[in-house]
C-alpha cells in the first residue's frame, strides 16, 4: 500500500525517539476521493488506534492507516530528501484524489475519473467543477458544470479549448462534448 523509504524510516525513527512508549505515524487522507483532498503524517499514540486500522510494519517503525484512507493511499510513497537547500519530508500518493480506474473499465467510469483527477483540480481555482452526466449513443459526453463554472462567461470556451480536446485526446472514441447545464449568472459566476 505505502512504500517508505529507508532515509524517511530513519527520519520517523528519531522523531518517535521523543515521544511516549509505543507511539507510531498514521498516514492519511483528507477529503479522500476529491479534488480537495490532502494527505499528512502524524504522531499515532497507541491509544489512537481504531480497531479498523491497519497497521504497516516496517523495518524501523510502524505505520496506522485508517479504513476510508487506505484505498486512496495505494501506491503512495513516503521519502526524506535531503539535498543543498535542506532535508523536506514527501508525500506523493497518486489515488488521493480518486482511485485510479482500470484501462478496461467501462468508458464512463474512465471519463468520470479524469474529470475528478485532472479536469476539476484545474476548474477548483475559480471554484468550479464539471461532472459527466451521461454518455450519448452518438459517443457524445454530456456535462454539467457547478460552482464558479456555472454562468461564467469562459464557459464556452474551457469547453471546447480545454475539457473536449482533452477528453477526445485520451478517449478517441469519443465524439465530442455537449454542456447540459442553464447557466445562470450570479454572484457565485467566476466571470
Not at 5 to 19: I, K, P, V, Y
Not at 122 to 150: E, K, P, W, Y
Amino acid at each position: 500500500m505505502i512504500t517508505i523509504t529507508d532515509a524517511a524510516q530513519a527520519h520517523f525513527a528519531r522523531l518517535l525517539e521523543s515521544q511516549e512508549q509505543g507511539t507510531q505515524i498514521r498516514v492519511f487522507v483528507i477529503n479522500p476521493g476529491s479534488a480537495g483532498a490532502e494527505c499528512g503524517v502524524s504522531y499515532c499514540p497507541p491509544d489512537a488506534v481504531e480497531a479498523s486500522d491497519t497497521e504497516l510494519k516496517f523495518e524501523r517503525m510502524s505505520a496506522w492507516v485508517d479504513q476510508i484512507s487506505a484505498p486512496y493511499l495505494k501506491e503512495a510513497e513516503i521519502d526524506f530528501v535531503t539535498d543543498q537547500l535542506g532535508s523536506q519530508l514527501t508525500l506523493k500518493a497518486p489515488n488521493a484524489k480518486g482511485i485510479r480506474i482500470d484501462d478496461n473499465a467501462p468508458l464512463t467510469e474512465r471519463v468520470a475519473w479524469l474529470l475528478q483527477s485532472q479536469i476539476n483540480p484545474q476548474l477548483a481555482s475559480h471554484g468550479g467543477r464539471v461532472t459527466l452526466m451521461a454518455i450519448t449513443d452518438d459517443s457524445m459526453a454530456v456535462l454539467q458544470f457547478g460552482g464558479g463554472c456555472n454562468g461564467c462567461s469562459m464557459v464556452d470556451v474551457t469547453l471546447k479549448e480545454g475539457i473536449e480536446k482533452q477528453l477526445l485526446q485520451v478517449f478517441p472514441e469519443l465524439k465530442g462534448v455537449r454542456d447540459l447545464t442553464e447557466h445562470q449568472r450570479g454572484e457565485h459566476s467566476f466571470y
